[in-house]
């Protein structure tokens, strides 16, 4: 089992930068791929980024590719999402998620745990 709580939300000015932190309580997070998902109002919940468990390997969004960062920190059961020239598309509620895939995935489905999201203003 892994619980995870989001937190580094909040209201920020288009151009600037944000760092998304996902707390994980649980021996699993060490052992699991994690992700970031978005979700804007009135639109469905869409991949932003993947990273494997030992962190070696990322996958990003089209979208978000060359500005988000994605890490972790297995020692801290730490998740991070780097968040750079933000734009008004970014605006969401980002959330993180956990999956016992072996391999890196962009689908909702294959995640099994997941926190209660953080919201992420731009504004432009």
């Known amino acids: 089992q892994m619980q995870l709580v989001e937190s580094g939300g909040g209201l920020v000015q288009a151009g600037g930068s944000l760092r998304l932190t996902c707390a994980a309580s649980?021996?699993?997070?060490?052992?699991?791929?994690m992700g970031w998902f978005r979700q804007a109002p009135g639109k469905e919940r869409e991949f932003v980024s993947a990273i494997s468990w030992t962190g070696a390997m990322t996958l990003y969004a089209d979208s978000v590719k060359g500005r988000f960062t994605i890490s972790r920190d297995n020692a801290k059961n730490t998740l991070y999402l780097q968040m750079n020239s933000l734009n008004a598309e970014d605006s969401a509620v980002y959330y993180c998620a956990g999956t016992s895939a072996i391999v890196l995935v962009r689908e909702e489905f294959r995640y099994n745990y997941w926190g209660q999201g953080t919201q992420v203003t731009v504004s432009s």
């Open positions: 649980g021996r699993t997070f060490r052992s699991a791929a």
